[in-house]
């Protein structure tokens, strides 16, 4: 688990402050296509969104903030998280997420308050296939010293080990040990639903993950296509895609401040996204079927799926936690830092 700093009693002005910690056992990164997520110093889960822009310095002048990282790394400068999206960066979905790691892992590496340098053991970074070898010399590449700048603080950060999971593998354990499935005697499931894509898993009695089984579904990016097929003929232009996102997160359902109001559409397109992603689970699980407990569903667009929870009596279910409102989006980042 991420080293706990004990909280230090009050201390007298002339008293010498103890020497920092630079060390962090593990460090957890989730990249998603709709958010990026950590965990800092402090043990709290950070959430930005998932968008990337360079910048000139001089020209553009980002200013982090709750939401938003700004990293400079030799001649590099870029931004992440809510103020590359308000610049019109781009969305991570767009690109290859592994080759983008190198960038996007900056946001984590963190040291501890007070302190300039952080050292590593164990960088622990999602992926949907751990087995990917191009993937995996990505990630490989992350290993090692870095210096940067992160919101204005000038970092040297020295990662020991590059540690990939599998998409739904923490999630699965995290649950496992936390008795969230009914039964361990039978076999259970994953149902990861972010933006751009969305993954089934299903794991053996004994934990293993049944490969075969992998169904890769679309995410809510395809929800956001088909509601802009329907209200498309309505407009004026087509609509950005990340502002029909956006308005599903906020449950507003709307276009940005242009006024238009797609809760209709979301109705219609969400009841067919969800018959069609049951559709291709069922044909992906067919053998498997009749052996299947419980299919937890987790990710940042869970809750869109409540329907199918309510559809299947139970059988699929929105993972909850009563002190969490995003626990489904976080349980993924929680699992990873006991790996």
Known sequence: MIISRTASPLRLPNEQTPTLDLKRQIVVFDGGNRTLKWIDPDHQPRIIPAFI?????????????????????GNEHFCLGAVARDMKGTPVFQDNKCELAKKLVLAALEPHPG??????????????????????????????????????????????????????????????????????RQLNGVLDLGGGTGIGRLYSVGGSLIREADAILPGTYDLARRISARITPQLVNSPDL??????????????????????????????????????????????WMSEIGEVLIIGGSAA????LEEATKGRFKVVKHPQMERFAQLISLFGMTTV
């Open 53 to 73: 822009k360079p910048f000139e310095p001089g020209f553009d002048d980002p200013t982090p903030d709750d939401h938003s990282v700004v990293i400079s790394t």
């Open 115 to 184: 302190s300039s340098a952080v050292m590593i053991d164990r960088l622990v970074i999602a992926l949907p296939n751990s087995r990917n070898s191009t993937d995996l010399a990505d990630l490989k590449q992350i290993e090692g010293t870095h210096q940067f700048t992160r919101n204005g603080q000038r970092i040297t950060a020295v990662v020991h080990q590059v540690q990939p999971i599998d998409e739904t593998q923490a999630a699965y354990s995290f649950a496992m040990k936390r008795d969230l499935y009914r039964s361990k």
């Open 242 to 287: 990340s502002q029909i996102m956006d308005g599903i997160e906020r449950r507003d359902f709307a276009l940005g401040t242009s006024g238009v109001q797609f809760q209709d559409a979301f109705e219609v397109c969400r009841e067919q996204w969800l018959s069609d992603l049951r559709a291709e689970l069922r044909t992906r699980w067919n053998q």
């Open 304 to 307: 869109l799926a409540q329907p």
